[in-house]
DNA sequence: AACAATCTTGACAAAAAAACTTAGGTATGT
DNA sequence: ACATACCTAAGTTTTTTTGTCAAGATTGTT
């Protein structure tokens, strides 16, 4: 099991927009400069942030990015959803396609729910403003 | 994020052999058609299993496999761990490798580690014995 | 109005990982 | 001896992930 890159990218991302909340936008450019993210595809990744209403955009000379809310209001949850599609580590219906019949007698399905539970438990309890008070010390 | 089939067919392939815990082997082409898992890839996993202490093998006819331990005393993270290497989802060594040097600044570090924690403590709580009681109501 | 910075989009390519197959070999109960 | 079933290594195919390319649209600034 593993988290995709473009979960972490975006994550860091996005806390980047968030220590610059109260400032100006960010240009795209400067966000992949220091979390060290290739400008290109930080592009894709920002454009499902954007949909999903995470970040506005400004275009335009002097444009660039901010959070759409404040960090305390954007958890971690909302943007890995958003990159990764559904974040559960197994979706039921892989045993369904292929072929399991057995779902109500299938060891995994009550392990992976547990897990897909806890999983989202933990990261729909992380806001970005928590994020910015534990990493200020 | 998600789980390999590997983790999937492993736990599968275990709990098979828990249901059996009290009876006879189990031939390796038993498991694979009982949980629909490709024999010759299942032969694969279960190396891992038997070197892991998992589970024990008896070669010539009439031969099979058995679990080691009573299913009490086997964790889903047990499984998991010994088919996915370590089932954290995200390393340190990614961030360190990939150059970020802030490591003590890292947004994605403090999701990571509780995510991981959460994960680690869901699927360690989880043994054999426990999803044979859940499963047979 | 022209320019340059910046966002926007879609298609493509490279790389890595995962899943599965092939082809043999080895041990052992009957 | 022989059939059964485990054992192993290497290779192939498929899928997923990651990253690149190229062209376009928008808008503040000069």
């Given amino acids: ?17 968030a220590k610059n909340y109260d400032g100006d936008t960010v240009a795209i450019k400067t ?3 220091r979390q060290d993210i290739p400008v290109q595809y930080l592009e894709q990744l920002i454009v499902k942030l954007r949909k999903a209403g ?3 955009s400004m ?6 990015y901010k959070l759409a809310k404040h960090p305390k209001n954007i958890s971690a949850w909302d943007v890995i959803v958003c990159l990764e599609g559904d974040f ?9 396609d292929s072929g399991c019949e057995r779902e109500e007698t299938c060891a995994g399905k009550v392990i992976w729910e547990e897990v897909n539970q806890s999983v989202r438990k933990t990261v729909e ?13």
């Fill in 54 to 56: 995470i970040v506005n």
């Fill in 1 to 17: 099991m593993r988290v995709s890159t473009r979960a972490r990218y975006g994550v860091n991302a996005v806390y980047e927009l």
């Fill in 31 to 33: 966000i992949s400069e």
């Fill in 59 to 64: 275009r335009g000379a002097k444009g660039g």
């Fill in 88 to 96: 559960a580590p197994v979706h039921c219906k892989q045993y369904v």
């Fill in 125 to 137: 309890n992380m806001n970005f403003q928590d994020l910015l008070d534990r990493l200020e010390e």
